[in-house]
């Protein structure tokens, strides 16, 4: 039963729960840049500070961080690359009791839609 995946409270979440290594398992473009890096990343790796995103012809580095909104204090996931700063709303995160798989769910202002696994 420890693969049964459970919501976590958003409001509540520590940061480093969004930590690791994540393998991008689903995407949906709508109006976002489709040759964009991000709209091609394979995966994304969140250590403390340090980003590394990587897609089938090219990686990039950079550094994240998580922002809260005041009113309903949602998570907010800032990833800077050093071209540009891009912020996705985290907006769904489930993870298994033991804590040993996690599925991230993120929403870019491009209108890219992510889910993230991390077995």
Do not use: C, K
């Amino acid at each position: 039963m420890s693969d049964l995946l459970l919501d976590i409270n958003l409001q509540q979440v520590p940061d480093d729960y969004l930590a690791g290594a994540w393998r991008v398992a689903h995407r949906v473009v709508n109006r976002a840049d489709p040759a964009s890096l991000l709209a091609q990343a394979t995966s994304l790796w969140l250590s403390d500070t340090a980003l590394e995103l990587q897609a089938p012809m090219a990686s990039e580095t950079g550094s994240w961080d998580v922002q809260r909104d005041e009113l309903l204090n949602r998570p907010y996931l800032r990833l800077s690359f050093s071209a540009e700063e891009i912020r996705a709303l985290v907006t769904r995160l489930r993870r298994t009791t033991d804590g040993a798989r996690s599925q991230l769910n993120l929403y870019f202002s491009s209108g890219l839609e992510m889910q993230l696994d991390r077995p």
